[in-house]
């Protein structure tokens, strides 16, 4: 399949137009469209045609029970798609348009496909302005899942979306680097006054706690214990995993640079930015990776992705990273490195 990649400006959405078109009549066709979003970028289907989901599970290689996000264009258009609740709206008029997805039960309009069998299903808006365009003119329910391979990565480059799904899938909307660089929270909400944390985000449990009861499911710092049933499918799957080994090691600067002196494995180091220089100094045959300052998590979050990919060019024994604090928007960086880990941790 031969795959249209065009470059859209988001301060300039006029100058788009007959993109922003085209993108709409692949999906209202059936078709597939990758689509720049402020959390990373999504590949798009229309949520309604079951057929467009079976597609989306094949370019991915994903399992067809790790259900889909259906992206809308306004909070308000929820209510065609679940059943909402006074929470729902308390929620949407804090976070959205925003990185926030919730779960609730689905009707029948959205096909068991895109549901992955579930009797719920994941919504969220996205406050991308070319993503926010290619939903409303497309008039449907965009389901998207983050456009990488499965088992890599989330992209937040065009780039990476290239590499993954070049004649893969019809259309790749190239809108720049993601804002923040890590998938959305994704939260079930309970009843009207609970939610339960099932993915962490740049929306915070701490944010969260301002407005309802939050239980963080424990597969968001664990795995899933032998036997458990996953909340949330995809907590089940190894994700963001680079193609060497991850460790994660849980120590200050000093302790790393003793633990690994002795070391003869060719290894790669991701750092915080204050680290680089002087582990390169003392390991000069180690390729190391900046993930940006340590006490920058929102750097971290747009650059983990990346450094992930980047340390896929070449063959490492080990990668060593730093194991992230769990506080704001901490967790979702532990959350994600202890899965490219498969939650190898070492306490130094
Ligand atoms: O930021 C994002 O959320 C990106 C952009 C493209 O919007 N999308 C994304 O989608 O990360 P995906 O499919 O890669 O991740 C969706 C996660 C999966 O872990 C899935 O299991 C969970 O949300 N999920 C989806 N529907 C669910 C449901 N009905 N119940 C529980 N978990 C659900
Ligand atoms: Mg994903």
Same mark, same amino acid.
């Given at each position: 399949?031969?795959?249209?990649?065009?470059?859209?400006?988001?301060?300039?959405?006029?100058?788009?137009?007959?993109?922003?078109?085209?993108? #709409?009549? $692949?999906?209202? *066709? &059936?078709?597939?469209? =990758?689509? @720049?979003?402020?959390?990373?970028? /999504?590949?798009?289907?229309?949520?309604?045609?079951?057929?467009?989901?079976?597609?989306?599970?094949?370019?991915?290689?994903?399992?067809?029970?790790?259900?889909?996000?259906?992206?809308?264009?306004?909070?308000?258009?929820?209510?065609?798609?679940?059943?909402?609740?006074?929470?729902?709206?308390?929620?949407?008029?804090?976070?959205?348009?925003?990185?926030?997805?919730?779960?609730?039960?689905?009707?029948?309009?959205?096909?068991?496909?895109?549901?992955?069998?579930?009797?719920?299903?994941?919504?969220?808006?996205?406050?991308?302005?070319?993503?926010? #365009?290619? $939903?409303?003119? *497309? &008039?449907?329910?965009? =389901?998207? @899942?983050?456009?990488?391979?499965? /088992?890599?990565?989330?992209?937040?480059?065009?780039?990476?979306?290239?590499?993954?799904?070049?004649?893969?899938?019809?259309?790749?909307?190239?809108?720049?680097?993601?804002?923040?660089?890590?998938?959305?929270?994704?939260?079930?909400?309970?009843?009207?006054?609970?939610?339960?944390?099932?993915?962490?985000?740049?929306?915070?449990?701490?944010?969260?706690?301002?407005?309802?009861?939050?239980?963080?499911?424990?597969?968001?710092?664990e795995g899933l214990r032998e036997g458990e049933a996953a909340l949330s499918p995809g907590m089940k799957y190894r994700h963001y995993a680079p193609s060497s080994p991850v460790v994660l090691l849980d120590g200050d600067f000093s302790k790393i640079k003793a633990?690994?002196?002795?070391?003869?494995?060719?290894?790669?180091?991701?750092?915080?930015?204050?680290?680089?220089?002087?582990?390169?100094?003392?390991f000069p045959d180690a390729d190391v990776f900046s993930i940006g300052g340590r006490e920058d998590t929102a750097s971290q979050a747009h650059l983990l992705f990346s450094v992930l990919r980047k340390t896929d060019k070449k063959n490492y024994d080990k990668i060593?990273?730093?194991?992230?604090?769990?506080?704001?928007?901490?967790?979702?960086?532990?959350?994600?490195?202890?899965?490219?880990?498969?939650?190898?941790?070492?306490?130094?």
């Amino acid at each position: 399949m031969e795959t249209k990649i065009v470059k859209i400006s988001p301060e300039n959405l006029e100058k788009s137009k007959n993109d922003i078109k085209l993108a #709409a009549e $692949i999906i209202n *066709s &059936g078709g597939l469209v =990758a689509i @720049p979003t402020e959390t990373v970028y /999504g590949l798009g289907g229309d949520g309604t045609n079951p057929s467009a989901a079976k597609k989306i599970y094949e370019a991915k290689g994903r399992p067809s029970d790790n259900p889909l996000i259906i992206h809308i264009a306004e909070p308000s258009d929820a209510e065609k798609y679940i059943y909402t609740n006074e929470l729902y709206y308390k929620l949407a008029s804090k976070f959205m348009p925003g990185p926030l997805t919730v779960v609730m039960k689905a009707r029948d309009i959205i096909p068991t496909e895109t549901r992955g069998g579930l009797s719920t299903v994941a919504v969220r808006c996205p406050s991308n302005p070319s993503a926010n #365009a290619i $939903i409303k003119e *497309s &008039g449907v329910p965009i =389901a998207a @899942p983050s456009a990488n391979l499965s /088992g890599k990565p989330s992209p937040t480059t065009a780039q990476h979306v290239i590499e993954d799904m070049t004649g893969r899938i019809d259309m790749i909307i190239d809108g720049g680097d993601c804002e923040f660089g890590l998938e959305s929270t994704v939260i079930s909400i309970d009843n009207d006054t609970s939610v339960t944390l099932l993915r962490p985000g740049r929306v915070t449990a701490e944010e969260l706690s301002f407005i309802a009861q939050v239980n963080i499911a424990s597969a968001v710092t664990e795995g899933l214990r032998e036997g458990e049933a996953a909340l949330s499918p995809g907590m089940k799957y190894r994700h963001y995993a680079p193609s060497s080994p991850v460790v994660l090691l849980d120590g200050d600067f000093s302790k790393i640079k003793a633990y690994l002196s002795d070391s003869t494995e060719k290894f790669a180091l991701i750092a915080y930015e204050e680290d680089v220089q002087s582990f390169r100094d003392v390991f000069p045959d180690a390729d190391v990776f900046s993930i940006g300052g340590r006490e920058d998590t929102a750097s971290q979050a747009h650059l983990l992705f990346s450094v992930l990919r980047k340390t896929d060019k070449k063959n490492y024994d080990k990668i060593y990273a730093p194991l992230p604090s769990r506080a704001g928007i901490g967790l979702a960086l532990y959350n994600r490195m202890i899965r490219a880990a498969a939650h190898t941790i070492i306490k130094l």
